[in-house]
């Protein structure tokens, strides 16, 4: 079993940038991907970064692009969401998950292929 435990959000003006963090009680060895996800007031959790915990490969979807960078602290057992030049549709709660089984181009940000998730951490941004 997996635990998640996202920390970083807050309350930041326009502009600003955060640096989120997913603690992992441990990287078993079996996790194989840790991504990102956003939910907005009203709106579906979409991800928004992917990253390959064996080899370190990521993936940030277009409308992340520049902005949103994904990394990760082996050591510490940590996965981290940077978000520079913050927007107000920025806003909502980010999700940490893991998953052990492998994913596909399409399948990447499906919320079922994931076995484990955070509590999440809530970022607003004003104008």
């Known amino acids: 079993q997996v635990r998640l435990v996202e920390s970083g959000g807050g309350s930041v003006q326009a502009g600003g940038s955060l640096r989120l963090s997913c603690a992992a009680s441990e990287y078993s060895s079996s996790v194989r991907y840790m991504a990102w996800f956003r939910q907005a007031p009203g709106k579906d959790r979409e991800g928004v970064a992917l990253?390959?915990?064996?080899?370190?490969?990521?993936y940030i979807p277009d409308s992340a692009e520049g902005r949103f960078t994904i990394s990760q602290d082996s050591v510490k057992n940590t996965v981290y969401l940077q978000i520079a030049s913050l927007k107000p549709e920025d806003t909502g709660m980010y999700y940490c998950a893991a998953t052990t089984g492998s994913l596909s181009p399409e399948s990447r940000f499906e919320l079922q292929k994931y076995n484990y998730w955070g509590q999440g951490t809530q970022v607003t941004v004003s104008s």
């Open positions: 990253i390959n915990t064996r080899i370190g490969h990521t």
